[in-house]
């Protein structure tokens, strides 16, 4: 199974940018999809984006879009979560996952993944 490590969270101001970034281990393969969800105090896991492992195609969700940009890193095992605005709503654990294939299916469902990382923290003060 894959393990992942995110980092790049902390604290930031209203308006503010951050990169997230997670590394997978080696044994990921390249094509599978990759996401970042989040998961505020009191509120359940959120699907934020993720990238399509067999066409590169990025899947947003509504709380961040328009806002966020998912990419990879220079090394493909690496994904980067681009935030920009940030808003004290966006106070969260930030969570990459792993699926254990590529495609559409349930990508933007927590159900779609097989391997998290232990989530980074960004807090956003106003």
């Known amino acids: 199974q894959a393990q992942l490590y995110e980092s790049g969270g902390g604290s930031a101001q209203t308006g503010d940018s951050l990169t997230l970034s997670c590394t997978a281990s080696?044994?990921?393969?390249?094509?599978?999809?990759m996401a970042w969800f989040r998961e505020a105090p009191g509120k359940g896991r959120e699907f934020v984006a993720a990238?399509?492992?067999?066409?590169?195609?990025?899947w947003y969700g509504d709380s961040l879009q328009g806002r966020v940009a998912i990419s990879r890193g220079s090394a493909r095992n690496t994904l980067l979560l681009q935030m920009n605005n940030l808003q004290p709503e966006d106070t969260a654990v930030y969570y990459c996952?792993?699926?254990?294939?590529?495609?559409?299916?349930?990508?933007?469902?927590?159900?779609?993944?097989?391997?998290w990382g232990m989530g980074t923290q960004v807090t956003v003060s106003s």
């Open positions: 996952a792993a699926a254990d294939y590529g495609g559409s299916y349930d990508i933007d469902r927590i159900g779609g993944y097989t391997a």
């Open positions: 080696s044994r990921t393969p390249s094509n599978n999809n």
């Open positions: 990238l399509n492992g067999l066409n590169e195609i990025a």
